[in-house]
């Protein structure tokens, strides 16, 4: 892939290199990687890393993590092999469809599986002339491979953050089994009073605690744009330009 570009994430603080043209990485991976409750020496693993917005915004926030990251796409699987170097950060990226993990990679656990899955299943929405963008946007998997694949993944007492579209969230909670609990659903809206239309998950491997429905987190102030000027809530902000964690109650 030659014909990229290279874009400032976190206020600077992130470099990614990026297509030109194809899929391209805006807000969602940036608010997934904020919502992932890690710590220092724990392990994680991004599925369908792309180029790998989630998971260095993620090793970004939370030096000290051991990074992995599954892509199925090999040209984006370089790509954030070379934005984890980029930015001064160790990942091991493999090349890989989740539904058919390298072995090595079938025989690990990590305490955190972050992913953003394709917005359409194959068949749906509108076609990309792009075969890369059509693929990230559509692919050719199912939200319960995608979940199947987090759960197995999962160690005992994991947790497992997606970003999804609201209009998914049946797909994500009908794939969930009795091996995930304490299920959270965080619905996000550009502004209070509008429909939400993407949903932030979480849920913890064995744990038995009650699903919850959470408010509304609402991306701006106001009820409509009024400027030319950002005007993203203020915990926003500091997610975009300062690399926060995202201030979501358990």
């Known amino acids: 892939m030659t014909d990229t570009t290279c874009d400032a994430f976190l206020g600077g603080r992130l470099t990614l290199e990026q297509p030109a043209r194809g ?26 890393c792309g180029a790998g917005a989630a998971l260095l915004c993620l090793g970004t926030r939370v030096p000290g993590l051991v990074l992995h990251g599954v ?16 930015n001064g950060m160790q ?36 076609a990309s002339a792009l075969h890369d963008r059509d693929l990230a946007l559509r692919g050719d998997t199912t939200t319960a491979n995608w979940i199947e694949t987090a759960t197995r993944r999962l160690r005992p007492k994991g947790w497992l953050t997606l970003i999804h579209k609201a209009d998914r969230l049946h797909d994500v909670l009908r794939a969930m089994d009795d091996r995930l609990g304490a299920i959270s659903v ?39 744009h009024r400027s030319d000027q ?11 330009r300062d ?8």
């Not at 892509?71 to 980029?86: D, G, I, K, S, T």
């Not at 950002?230 to 975009?240: K, T």
Request: hydrophobic share 40%.
């Open 230 to 240: 950002p005007d993203y809530r203020p915990e926003i902000g500091a997610i975009l």
């Open 91 to 126: 990942a091991t990226i493999w090349d890989g469809d989740l539904r058919a993990l390298p072995p090595a990679l079938s025989n690990m656990t990590f305490h955190h599986v972050l992913a953003n899955p394709p917005y359409f299943e194959a068949g749906r929405g509108k």
């Open 186 to 224: 965080y619905p996000i809206t550009g502004r209070a009073g509008r429909p939400a239309d993407r949903v932030l998950v979480r849920a913890h491997k064995g744990a038995r605690g009650p699903f919850r429905l959470h408010p509304p987190v609402h991306l701006h102030d106001g009820p409509q």
């Open 243 to 250: 690399g926060a964690s995202f201030p979501l109650p358990d």
């Open 23 to 48: 899929y391209r990485a805006g807000l969602d991976p940036v608010l997934l990687a904020a919502a992932v409750k890690a710590r220092a020496g724990e392990t994680v693993l991004e599925l369908g």
């Open 71 to 86: 892509e199925v796409q090999p040209a984006y699987a370089e790509l954030c092999r070379r934005n984890a170097a980029r």
